[in-house]
Each structure stands twice: as C-alpha cells, then as structure tokens.
C-alpha cells in the first residue's frame, strides 16, 4: 500500500506521521517511511533553493519541473522496489503538494501534465487545519518562514488542495485527519478515523 500525508504548512504532518507510522506498524505493516522533496540529487537541490533568504533564484516553472523530476525518480528508485518487497510507503508529501503548491501560480493543467507518469497513491491523508492554527504554530517553532508561508499563500493552498481532492475523489481513497486536535489526541483520532481503511493484518 501506498500513502501519502497531505497537508498545508503547519499541519502538523511530521508529528502526524510519526503517530501514523506506529499505527501502521500495530497493524502489522511493514512501514518504509520517505518524504519529498526527497534526499536525492533533485530534492536536496529543491532544498536548497527554497531555503535561500535571498531573492528566489529560480522560476516557479523551474520549481515545478524540479518537483516533478524528483518525484519520479522517488518513483522509480524508491516507492516501487519498496512496495515490491511488500512494504507499505508512507510519503510525507507527493503528487497533491504539486498540484496544490504548483498551481497556485501556474495553470494546473501543465503541472498536472509534469506529473502524468507519477501514479497515484492508494491512500491520500490529508490533514485539515486552519491558517490561523498554522501560522501560530509556524510562528513558534521556526526561525524565519519559507516562501510558501504566508497568510495569503497558505489560504489559497487550502483552495487549491480541495480543488485537487474533489478532482480525484472517484480514483484515490481520501481520509481526512483532523490537524486542530491536541498533540496527546493525534494518535486516538488516527485510530478512530482509519482503523476502518487499515485492518490488522495480523
Ligand atoms: P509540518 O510538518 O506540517 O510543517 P510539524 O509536524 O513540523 O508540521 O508541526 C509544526 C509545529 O507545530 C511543530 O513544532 C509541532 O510541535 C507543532 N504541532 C504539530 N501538531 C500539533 C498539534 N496537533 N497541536 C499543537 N501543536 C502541534
Ligand atoms: P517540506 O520540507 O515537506 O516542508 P514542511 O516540512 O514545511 O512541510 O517541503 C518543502 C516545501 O516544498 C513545502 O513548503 C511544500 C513544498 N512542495 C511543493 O511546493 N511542491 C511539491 O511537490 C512538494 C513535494 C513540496
């Protein structure tokens, strides 16, 4: 199986799926845990390039070109053998962050093109959370914002990423989380909300 996490800046996608990953494992499943941008060539350049203070030294359509060819050889090089062997992928991020992020400021059709070779996950969570709730939570624990955080983008990826799950809500399964529930809550709603989706296997 494989799942990707979702979610805008400040979800709280790591902590959720540190929570998921445990989850998953009481099942029974064989959890391989990656993330994109990846730690390969591509990802780390991505990286790089969005964690520079200075003026953006790319194109957004660079930016996207980059995510998708990340993307494709986490694909190929990663998420295949791994699923192969029988593990279950957990992605933090994949397809929807592109489509959401990309097409904020590109027309969807081209990104979504980019990405025509990247199949889809079997289960997409996505971890729904206020902008306020996010950019308190941004505020606290980083040191300077990225790029991609600020009030006006955080609300517009919030439309965009509904844009995208009700475009694909037919062919992906879709759970959603909810990112406003406490710390100490996550891993009670994880398994109230998706033990339906992942039966034990044991
Ligand atoms: P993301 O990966 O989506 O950017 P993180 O999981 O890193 O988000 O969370 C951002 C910050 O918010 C972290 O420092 C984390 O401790 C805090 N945080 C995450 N989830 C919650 C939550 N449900 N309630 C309160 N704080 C949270
Ligand atoms: P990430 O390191 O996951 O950030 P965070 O831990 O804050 O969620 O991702 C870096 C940024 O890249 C993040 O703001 C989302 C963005 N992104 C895209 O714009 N498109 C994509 O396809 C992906 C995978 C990430």
């Given at each position: 199986?494989?799942?990707?996490?979702?979610?805008?800046?400040?979800?709280?996608?790591?902590?959720?799926?540190?929570?998921?990953?445990?989850?998953?494992?009481?099942?029974?499943?064989?959890?391989?845990?990656?993330?994109?941008p990846?730690k390969?060539?591509?990802?780390?350049?991505?990286?790089?390039?969005?964690?520079?203070?200075?003026?953006?030294?790319?194109?957004?359509?660079?930016?996207?070109?980059?995510?998708?060819?990340?993307?494709?050889?986490?694909?190929?090089?990663?998420?295949?053998?791994?699923?192969?062997?029988?593990?279950?992928?957990?992605?933090?991020?994949?397809?929807?962050?592109?489509?959401?992020?990309?097409?904020?400021?590109?027309?969807?059709?081209?990104?979504?093109?980019?990405?025509?070779?990247?199949?889809?996950?079997?289960?997409?969570?996505?971890?729904?959370?206020?902008?306020?709730?996010?950019?308190?939570?941004?505020?606290?624990?980083?040191?300077?914002?990225?790029?991609?955080?600020?009030?006006?983008?955080?609300?517009?990826?919030?439309?965009?990423?509904?844009?995208?799950?009700?475009?694909?809500?037919?062919?992906?399964?879709?759970?959603r989380?909810?990112?406003?529930?406490?710390?100490?809550?996550?891993?009670?709603?994880?398994?109230?909300?998706?033990?339906?989706i992942?039966?034990k296997?044991?």
């Open positions: 199986m494989f799942i990707a996490v979702e979610g805008i800046d400040g979800s709280g996608k790591s902590t959720t799926i540190a929570e998921l990953e445990k989850f998953l494992a009481a099942r029974g499943h064989a959890v391989h845990r990656t993330a994109e990846t390969l060539d591509t990802g780390r350049a991505i990286r790089e390039l969005l964690g520079q203070k200075s003026e953006r030294p790319y194109t957004r359509h660079e930016l996207a070109l980059l995510f998708a060819a990340d993307r494709l050889r986490h694909l190929e090089e990663e998420v295949e053998p791994m699923l192969a062997a029988g593990k279950t992928v957990l992605t933090d991020r994949y397809l929807f962050s592109s489509l959401a992020y990309q097409s904020a400021d590109l027309p969807y059709e081209w990104v979504r093109e980019l990405n025509r070779f990247a199949r889809l996950p079997d289960v997409v969570v996505y971890i729904g959370v206020s902008v306020d709730t996010a950019l308190a939570r941004l505020a606290r624990f980083r040191q300077g914002t990225e790029i991609f955080e600020t009030r006006g983008f955080l609300e517009k990826l919030t439309t965009a990423y509904e844009r995208v799950m009700a475009e694909y809500a037919g062919r992906v399964t879709i759970e989380l909810d990112g406003e529930v406490t710390m100490e809550n996550i891993a009670a709603d994880i398994e109230q909300r998706l033990s339906g992942f039966p296997k044991i």
